[in-house]
């Protein structure tokens, strides 16, 4: 098969970045302070925050799942993209992290459509039903649970909602029979792509955007 398109070269990915998707000072200031508290540098990157919300203005989306919050990073971008009505629940186990998410939300203004609940992601989504339904789940939490996670936002997302998975090209192994890295690792995301790709009630794509971003439309009727 021939590969089709343009090779992104780092001209052209400065060009995007700087075109599309700049951060803002509190942006680009939170993973060094981050990082200076021991929290690991794993967040997305700016073009897959602008990506995030251009899919999220597309399904017009109000009310947004995240799993997996980090230091915040992602949760700003797409808080960002809501309505001023909007709602965010970002799920997060670790308790530095949700601190610190909750504490950059603030600084962004958004501690009105944000709430970042800590536990255990496949604990906290049983129960988030009677909040449902959501227009999109954002997964970016343990690669091992994302097909456990699908389960569960499948019933929580709304037909014409967005299923999106971080890292969906597992750093550019996905595909290799006989990778070099953490072999497990890739199993869960190629495990997981397989479930976006034929599951009958989406509609989905591995987009080639930094580590990959699986992005499935729940289909309506
Ligand atoms: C890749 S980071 C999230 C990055 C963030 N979405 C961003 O791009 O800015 C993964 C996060 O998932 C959290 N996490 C790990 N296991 C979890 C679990 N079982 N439930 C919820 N969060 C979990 C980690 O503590 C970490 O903060």
Request: charged letters at 25%; aromatic letters at 6%; glycine letters at 8%.
């Amino acid at each position: 098969m021939v590969m089709k398109g343009t090779p992104i070269t780092e001209e052209l990915f400065d060009y995007i970045v700087d075109t599309f998707a700049r951060e803002d000072d509190l942006l680009r200031t939170m993973p060094a302070e981050a990082h200076r508290r021991g929290v690991p540098m794993i967040h997305i990157s700016p073009e897959q925050g602008k990506f995030l919300q251009v899919l999220m203005n597309a399904a017009g989306v109000r009310k947004a799942l995240e799993i997996g919050s980090l230091f915040g990073y992602s949760t700003i971008w797409m808080a960002r993209a809501l309505p001023a009505d909007g709602k965010l629940i970002s799920l997060e186990v670790n308790p530095l992290h949700v601190q610190l998410t909750s504490e950059n939300v603030k600084r962004a203004g958004l501690a009105e459509q944000v709430e970042v609940r800590q536990g255990k992601a496949l604990d906290l989504l049983a129960s988030l039903d009677a909040e449902a339904p959501f227009d999109l789940a954002f997964l970016d939490a343990v690669k091992d649970e994302y097909v456990a996670y699908l389960d569960q936002v499948l019933r929580l997302v709304r037909p014409g909602g967005l299923i999106i998975g971080d890292n969906a090209s597992a750093n550019g192994e996905v595909w290799q029979s006989a990778p070099s890295g953490n072999g497990s690792y890739i199993r869960a995301l190629r495990a997981f792509n397989h479930r976006m790709a034929t599951d009958p009630r989406l509609t989905s794509l591995l987009v080639p955007i930094s580590d990959g971003m699986c992005v499935g439309v729940v289909k309506r009727g």
